[in-house]
């Protein structure tokens, strides 16, 4: 049964870090491009950050290019956002994501609150 689990969200002051986390089961992470997915309220879902199979295909939104970056830990099928210089427009919900054998497969988010 494939599940993707984040966590690391919370409360930071603008100019903070975060690190979110993305525990998936049932597959590997290591042969699967993962997403990183954000919701604010009364806005579509923006796609902030992709990981190929290849650890240097990397992709980010240009609102998060320089400040956030999606990385891979195979040993414990996990998939990272670490996220720097956040500002309060990084409010949101983040979402893991990824696709396998033509079904999406979503987490239940983490909600990342910037704000002083």
């Known amino acids: 049964q494939v599940q993707l689990v984040e966590s690391g969200g919370g409360l930071v002051q603008p100019g903070g870090s975060l690190r979110l986390s993305c525990a998936a089961s049932?597959?590997?992470?290591?042969?699967?491009?993962l997403r990183w997915y954000r919701q604010a309220p009364g806005k579509e879902r923006e796609l902030v950050a992709t990981i190929g199979v290849s650890d240097s295909s990397t992709t980010y939104a240009d609102s998060v290019k320089g400040r956030f970056t999606i990385s891979r830990d195979n040993t414990k099928n996990t998939v990272y956002l670490q996220m720097n210089s956040l500002k309060p427009e990084d409010t949101a919900v983040y979402i893991c994501?990824?696709?396998?054998?033509?079904?999406?497969?979503w987490g239940q988010g983490t909600q990342v609150t910037v704000s002083s």
């Open positions: 049932g597959f590997p992470v290591s042969s699967s491009i």
């Open positions: 994501h990824t696709r396998l054998f033509l079904t999406n497969y």
